[in-house]
């Protein structure tokens, strides 16, 4: 038997966002001048994607004078029409342009901007969009103003650089002066660098030096590091020459330290200013080799014979952070990270490996486990690069070191292994080259 009950209707499903937005459309309304009854001769209806739709009737004169869009709707043939009816569809946010519409009956732009004070960068944004959107002049001269005057977290300020570059408003390059760069030229660019970076170099406070180093290290390696962080950016980068003036001055100071300590009586301050050049030296180097452009400096190094020379006769705990710049290189050559002809990777260890192995004790007092491992991988590898006649010579030459001084010379034998058995072990058969010869063949 069928029940004679009607159905009973079916109620929307409530929907929060939307309870959401009509709470602050509410909120909008509550103050907006044009709600007292009999006011307004335009009909305007603002209807949001999702169908949410809000009608108002407004003031015709102030939606002519203060905005070009709701001029060329309203105005026909130069006669502006006694009663019509507007609608603005697929809006962003409903809220947003009923705020707008408030604003458009302030007096002046101190009027906008006292009512817009302490609102949020993201909010501010959203205005900005639709006064463009509706050509309310007055309304983006007034946001822009506002972005212009309030700090912006680092989000805040992706999403400000993000929207001005969408909206191309002609007005918006005072805002944009926080960050962008007047039209300057490379050298200006590297003068700015050179300066900073001379700075840390000649840093009276210890402490920091070492804080100043820390800094400019990790912000010249995050543009790198983090995936899309300059998308949409114009990135100014420190120049190969500033970076290389850089490193000859550094050089440069080593070596006059060096023969200042090594002219007379042992001078304590000058024996820690060569652990102090050494140390900005090998700063610097690091950098190079991050940005993959070490490849020179590996030459200038292998060649600096007299700086060699002087090592040899600075007591070992002030000069051994001199050899922390070889194990840099050997680390990075043999990572594959600078790649570099055979001869300079022979001339690097020619000058510089005894120096590596005589410092080597003291190099790994200040290091960790690790920092040891990495120096002896590093070795292992660019000898293993050489020639077999070179590596039997520079692993004949460790061989004997290191049953010498044991654990104060970097233990480098898996390289001896794989020199041993390519030599002795797996040789290999080289086959005889196929010739060919042409000749007439007799019919």
């Not at 203060?66 to 026909?76: A, I």
Request: aromatic share 8%.
């Amino acid at each position: 038997m069928m029940s004679s009950e009607e159905p009973t209707p079916q109620k929307d499903p409530f929907d929060p966002s939307r309870a959401r937005a009509e709470e602050r459309v509410k909120r909008v309304l509550s103050r907006a001048p044009f709600m007292s009854p009999g006011c307004g001769d335009v009909k305007l209806t603002c209807t949001a994607r999702d169908g949410f739709s809000v009608s108002v009737n407004v003031d015709r004169d102030v939606l002519v004078s203060k905005s070009r869009f709701f001029e060329e709707k309203l105005v026909v043939g130069g006669v502006v029409r006694k009663s019509w009816c507007v609608e603005i569809c697929e809006c962003d946010d409903v809220e947003v342009y009923l705020e707008c519409l408030v604003l458009m009956y302030c007096q002046d732009g101190q009027d906008f901007r006292n009512k817009i004070v302490g609102e949020g960068v993201d909010k501010i944004l959203g205005l900005l969009k639709v006064c463009d959107a509706l050509k309310f002049d007055d309304g983006i001269s007034s946001c822009l103003k506002y972005l212009e005057a309030v700090p912006w977290s680092e989000g805040e300020e992706e999403r400000v650089i993000m929207n001005l570059n969408e909206l191309h408003l002609p007005n918006d390059h005072e805002v944009l002066e926080r960050v962008a760069l007047e039209a300057s030229t490379s050298s200006r660019i590297d003068d700015i660098f050179l300066r900073l970076f001379t700075g840390v170099l000649q840093a009276k406070d210890e402490k920091a030096r070492r804080e100043m180093k820390s800094l400019i290290s990790r912000l010249l390696r995050e543009d790198n590091s983090t995936p899309g962080y300059n998308d949409g950016y114009n990135k100014l980068e420190i120049s190969k020459e500033t970076l290389y003036t850089i490193c000859h001055r550094c050089v440069t100071s080593l070596i006059l330290c060096l023969s200042e300590a090594t002219s007379g009586d042992e001078n304590r301050g000058m024996m820690s200013e060569i652990a102090r050049e050494a140390d900005n030296l090998e700063w610097v180097v690091d950098i190079l080799i991050e940005k993959r452009i070490c490849e020179d400096f590996v030459k200038l190094w292998a060649d600096q014979n007299e700086l060699a020379m002087l090592h040899l006769r600075v007591p070992v705990m002030y000069r051994h952070k001199i050899s922390r710049i070889t194990a840099q290189l050997c680390i990075a050559i043999g990572r594959g990270n600078a790649l570099v002809p055979k001869e300079t990777r022979v001339a690097l260890l020619s000058t510089w490996l005894e120096a590596l192995y005589d410092d080597f004790g003291w190099m790994k007092r200040g290091s960790r486990t690790g920092d040891r491992r990495l120096i002896e991988d590093g070795l292992c590898q660019i000898i293993l690069t050489l020639p077999l006649s070179q590596q039997q010579t520079f692993l004949m030459s460790w061989f004997d070191r290191f049953l010498e001084k044991g654990d104060d010379c970097p233990n480098i034998q898996r390289a001896f292994e794989i020199w041993w058995r390519r030599a002795f072990v797996r040789q290999p058969v080289v086959e005889p080259q196929l010739q060919i010869t042409v000749c007439d063949y007799p019919n």
